[in-house]
Every structure is written in C-alpha cells, then in structure tokens.
C-alpha cells in the first residue's frame, strides 16, 4: 500500500534555528514528491522533485530527495516566524491518474 | 491567492440537509480534485476529474457527489451527512491529472455537520 509518513508530527523552534523537516515514503513506480506549506488553510507549493531532479532550493529552503533510501528532508535556515505552518509531503507514482498520497504533515512553531 | 476559490468559505449543515460546494479555478488546468482534510488527519484525496470525465472515486460513501460541468468549474453536492463528515474540503487543480502534477489548492472550505 502507498504511503508517507512525515517527522517529527510538531517542533517548536526559535527565530534564527535551522530546522530539517523528514519525508518517508512507499509508491509504486515514484514519479514525483512533492512539498507544501500549509497556513490557515489552502496549501501553497515548495518544490517537486523528481529523478531528474533530486535537489532544489529557494532562498532559506532546501529540499534534497533520496530515491534509494526513499525519503525526502526538507531544510528551513534561519527561520522566521512567517516559517510557523504545517508541512506537508506528498508522493506521486506513475499511472495512478493524478492521486498525490499526502504524509499528515509537520506543524512547525517559529517562537520569537 | 493561487487562482482556485472556493465557495462557500464555512457551512454549517444539518444531518438532513442539502448543500453543494463550488470550486472554481481560473489557470487554464485540465484536471480537478476534491480532499477531505481532518484533524491531524493526511489529506485523503475523494475524486479525480481530467477534461470533465471523473478517473478517481476514492471510496467515497455516495452521500457526495461530484460533479464537473466543465474544466474550470467543480462541485460537491452534498446530502445526509454524518457529523464525523466535518472537516476542510479542498479543491485542487492541475494542468493535467496525467504529467507531473504540482496541485493548486483553494482556500478550503469548512464544513461542520450537526
């Protein structure tokens, strides 16, 4: 059976801290993993990674994916207390007709 | 705003009761999406449509119904529901539910069932 799981469920950090935020997952035939943000309600994308691109980055976020080890972390630096959301993760396989498995997120708390 | 609205924002409903959801999305995508969010729940996908004809039923009790009138426009009609039903509904769309897929969502509507 297809599925994510993400870790830690909650983390409570401070303004300034890095944070490494964990994706595992089991799919059949992986296309894609892909990660959003989550704030009072619509889930907003970060990045998709697929085999032809196993590492991306925008400004203090950085996402790399390990399609041996079938996982994927998600890495915050300096965080801000805009960062405060849930983090969600998200897998795709081949032939499955659009159906993203979703992990049950990260709720990050950003402390000032 | 990520160009999917979503109507109404909250709903409150009775168990006998019927209601639709709209979900609208004005980015030109071919395939359409419905998810049940709940508490410290993962997202469950309900229904998948791609150019108007539905791919994905997710083991849906028929007590919703999709429906998708054409590429730009989704609903959920919605009839006898149970309390445990209250949740976020999320529309989402992409260019086409068969390449890769990065998802636009909507602001969700909140739907409580007493």
């Known amino acids: 059976e297809d599925k994510v799981v993400q870790s830690p469920l909650s983390l409570v950090v401070h303004e300034g801290d890095t944070v490494t935020l964990n994706c595992s997952y089991e799919?059949?035939?992986?296309?894609?993993l892909l990660w959003y943000k989550q704030e009072k309600k619509a889930p907003t994308f970060l990045f998709m990674l697929t085999s032809s691109g196993i590492e991306k980055k925008s400004g203090r976020l950085s996402s790399i994916l390990d399609k041996k080890e079938l996982f994927s972390i998600l890495n915050i630096t300096a965080t801000q207390t805009g960062d405060s959301a849930v983090y969600l993760c998200a897998v795709e396989g081949y032939n499955q007709g659009g159906k993203l498995i979703f992990g049950q997120g990260t709720e990050l708390s950003v402390k000032p | 705003e990520t160009g999917v609205t979503q109507t109404p924002r909250h709903l409150v409903m009775g168990m006998t009761n019927k209601k639709s959801l709209k979900c609208e999305q004005h980015?030109?995508?071919?395939?359409m999406y419905w998810y049940k969010q709940s508490a410290k729940k993962p997202l469950e996908l309900m229904f998948v449509?791609?150019?108007?004809?539905?791919?994905e039923n997710n083991s849906v009790p028929s007590r919703f119904s999709p429906e998708c009138p054409n590429s730009s426009h989704l609903f959920l009609h919605l009839h006898t529901l149970q309390p445990e039903d209250s949740a976020l509904y999320l529309c989402a769309s992409s260019p086409s539910g068969t390449t890769y897929n990065e998802q636009f969502f909507g602001p969700g509507t909140r739907l409580t069932v007493l």
């Open positions: 799919v059949t035939n992986f296309r894609s």
């Open positions: 980015l030109g995508h071919n395939a």
């Open positions: 449509y791609n150019f108007k004809e539905q791919t």
